[in-house]
């Protein structure tokens, strides 16, 4: 894990205020159902990114580093969207580097992480 995702907290709990408030009077359903989406939707991504990393389709790697990174930090879920920034990064020119594999056990274990925060949330 780098250094930025050891020092980002786990959770934002800001971020989850923030969708509260836009989605007003409906703001504590809206949260319970993008939590339990991310949850959901967030599995599947790292079902296929781990297929993608095994056949070597780094591409793919990539297009859903970015895709988990917008969507972790929405949620305020800081150092999945580090981890998925730092994979993105690294696998942007479509091909594995020395540190691919790491940087995918890394997104991993910050989703891991965040589930029962996702799960008190959903």
């Known amino acids: 894990m780098s250094s930025e995702n050891q020092e980002s907290p786990l959770f934002d709990p800001a ?37 993608a990393r095994d056949q070597g389709e780094w591409r793919m790697v990539s297009r859903t580093a970015h895709s988990l990174k917008s969507s972790a930090a929405t949620l305020g879920f800081l150092r ?18 020395p540190r691919s594999r790491a940087l995918i056990d890394s997104v991993l274990e910050q989703f891991e992480a965040s589930k029962p925060t996702l799960k008190t949330l959903s």
């Open 15 to 51: 971020a989850i205020e923030k969708l509260r408030a836009v989605a007003g009077d409906q703001g504590e359903a809206f949260v319970k159902e993008m939590a339990a989406l991310f949850l959901e939707e967030t599995a599947k991504s790292l079902t296929e990114l781990t297929k």
């Open 80 to 97: 999945l969207s580090a981890a998925c920034k730092a994979l993105e990064l690294d696998t942007k020119a479509e091909k594995e580097t």
